[in-house]
């Protein structure tokens, strides 16, 4: 028996709609995977193979429904972006896991926002660097309660938006993405041993932007309910 030397860090967990905790593993993302956005940001928007980054899983922060949840604005940006999206969250896992066997891994869904220092991330695509400065802030990914499929089925259709100060930014439909939810799992599981308690935030439609100190952000999905956050 090897005792900790130093206070072993909490493994973070999302609450459930209706109960419960959901315990997060891994914080995957995938890029480019509304045309539009695509488009926007320079890229090209066909069906090549798609990639992913990571984030960190203790950079989730849990946003409660009906609050306005206090979002730091972090260090070393000057354009920190609100990209949202909709996080899908893993019950089980494993490798190259089939298309039509995907979903079945698939314990529900949330709202979520992948926040991201743009002009560093911008930076590092030029020259060819890995994003996680970019991408990987502390409190980067918020995300809202997680919905069981059990009480939201599967979510392949729906409105996805944020606002700024209660002006539109980001409005779409989920069905506006190149590669579907099962699509996602499948090419990830080609990489990666995915296990219980992945989430997966599977892409942002057109619109992203820069928010600031003092401004309010809400996110909302379709039968997932909405996230507010306020930038300090
Ligand atoms: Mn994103």
Redesign the pocket.
């Known amino acids: 028996m090897t005792d900790y030397v130093i206070a072993p860090a909490p493994r973070p967990a999302i609450p459930v709609a209706g109960g419960g905790l959901f315990p997060a593993r891994r914080v995957y ?5 509304y045309a539009a ?1 695509a488009r926007e940001m320079g890229g090209d928007p066909t069906r090549e193979t798609p990639f992913f980054f990571l984030k960190p899983a203790d950079a989730l922060q849990y946003c409660a429904p009906g609050e306005t949840v206090s979002h730091p604005y972090p260090p070393g940006t000057e354009s920190y972006h609100h ?1 949202i ?1 909709m996080v899908v969250a893993l019950k089980s896992g494993g490798r190259d896991i089939p298309v039509e066997r995907a979903l079945d891994c698939v314990y529900g869904y949330a709202v979520g926002l ?1 926040m ?1 220092r743009r002009d560093r991330q911008g930076e590092m695509k030029a020259k060819g660097l890995p994003w996680e400065i970019g ?1 990987s802030a502390d409190l980067s990914a918020p995300i809202g309660p997680i919905h069981p499929v059990a009480a939201v089925g599967h979510l392949a259709v729906g409105a996805i938006s944020v606002s700024v100060d209660g002006a539109a930014k980001q409005a779409a439909n989920l069905a506006d993405m190149i590669w579907s939810v099962p699509e996602q799992i499948a090419i990830l599981s080609r990489y990666y041993e995915l296990e219980a308690g992945d989430l997966i ?1 599977s ?2 439609p057109e619109g ?1 932007g820069a928010v600031k100190r003092g401004q309010t952000m809400v996110g909302a999905i379709e039968r997932l309910g909405e996230i507010r956050l306020a930038v300090v």
């Open positions: 993302c995938i890029g480019r995977n956005h990209e999206e992948d991201t991408k935030y892409g942002t992203v």
